[in-house]
């Protein structure tokens, strides 16, 4: 069975998502027919690199319907898609390209013309910081005077290890990380073209886990299908596969830090749930964003009147989250307190890098919070 990544990996540069600036200027270079013959993708995995990289190759080289729609179905867009056209070589410097002798290699392919139905030989090296310097030298020499026919496209995830002059010879892109909102809808439209039926709970921890890749949040997404074995997918099978914090405990936790009108200063309950989440397996980095997240969305709906477009939450955390607004609101010193509770989360993260045990860590920065917002 083909992966959700790859058979819903883009086609045409309309479906890329998350890289508007990337899609905008090369949208309007096949328009004007300015490409260059060098070009520089830089960004982490899983943001589109190498895939936009095959479209643009389509683009070009399609039989059919040539520019910024190309058809996906001639034998030259097919095996492009497919990367297993002769004139569209993809080549993965970690493992061949390392070597000086494939891009001599390379450099002798370059100089023959296209010879199956492309109008152009594009080379497309991924991971290309892999190289090695005598690999850099001799691709460095094709790059200042590259054959008319011939186009490359650098793909890397680390640049400061890319040498200057290469780069100098590329137009350079950057692709950034997909936000989790633009995922998750991406997963919902996916789930409800697999036939899948999923919370937005579920979702949105499948997008939020991506660390920004779009690769990832499908391969989660799959994943959460194979566990649930075809029944309907709710929050508490996502949390359950992913060791994820249930999103109702960070409301617990708030509730005793933000107290009631006449509640004292009271850790026991916030305690439990710090051990309760830390029982149940959660590293502290998964429960650190979680409370950063909590933070923002409390921060936000303090401050801003259409607080709705920037949180996206479940209907159960909308009216927790409303709740817990309301008796902030009748403090005046509660956005003061959010803020230093930020600061007081980045210090407990600071702490446990140099050794400080996490619950320890936590348990002070749920003390200091609460008095922050006594205050």
Excluded at 4 to 10: Q, V
Excluded at 124 to 135: F, G, K, N, V
Excluded at 175 to 189: A, C, G, N, P, V
Excluded at 361 to 375: D, E, G, H, T
């Amino acid at each position: 069975m083909q992966s959700l990544s790859r058979k819903y990996r883009p086609k045409t540069l309309t479906d890329v998502l998350g890289q508007p600036s990337v899609v905008q200027t090369l949208t309007n270079a096949i328009r004007s027919k300015r490409l260059h013959q060098g070009y520089l993708f830089v960004g982490q995995f899983g943001s589109g690199k190498t895939t936009v990289a095959r479209i643009l190759a389509a683009m070009e080289n399609c039989t059919e319907t040539p520019g910024l729609h190309p058809c996906g179905k001639c034998d030259v867009c097919s095996g492009i898609y497919e990367g297993r056209h002769v004139d569209i070589e993809e080549i993965d410097a970690a493992s061949r390209a390392g070597k000086v002798d494939q891009i001599r290699e390379l450099k002798k392919n370059a100089l023959y013309l296209p010879v199956d139905g492309a109008k152009t030989k594009t080379f497309i090296i991924d991971e290309c910081h892999r190289m090695s310097p005598e690999a850099e030298d001799a691709l460095l020499k094709i790059l200042e005077e590259p054959p008319k026919h011939v186009r490359f496209i650098l793909c890397t995830t680390d640049i400061k290890k890319m040498r200057p002059a290469i780069q100098s010879r590329c137009q350079r892109h950057e692709f950034r990380k997909i936000y989790w909102t633009i995922m998750s809808d991406h997963l919902e439209k996916v789930a409800q073209s697999e036939k899948i039926e999923c919370d937005k709970g579920s979702i949105n921890l499948c997008a939020k886990l991506a660390d920004g890749s779009m690769r990832n949040a499908l391969e989660n997404l799959s994943k959460l299908i194979d566990y649930v074995g075809g029944k309907p997918i709710s929050v508490d099978d996502a949390q359950k596969l992913f060791g994820a914090v249930g999103e109702m405990l960070y409301y617990d936790m708030f509730d005793q830090v933000i107290g009631g009108e006449e509640k004292g200063a009271d850790a026991t309950e916030g305690f439990r749930v710090i051990n309760k989440m830390l029982a149940g397996g959660a590293e502290f980095s998964t429960i650190y964003y979680g409370i950063a997240d909590h933070l923002r969305n409390l921060m936000i709906g303090m401050s801003c009147s259409k607080a709705g477009e920037f949180i996206h939450l479940t209907e159960d955390g909308k009216r927790r989250l409303r709740d817990q607004l309301k008796r902030c609101q009748k403090r005046e010193n509660s956005i003061m307190a959010i803020s230093r509770s930020v600061s007081q989360l980045h210090d407990a993260k600071k702490s446990v890098d140099f050794n400080l045990s996490p619950e320890i860590a936590l348990q002070n920065w749920l003390v200091q919070s609460i008095f922050a917002f006594r205050q």
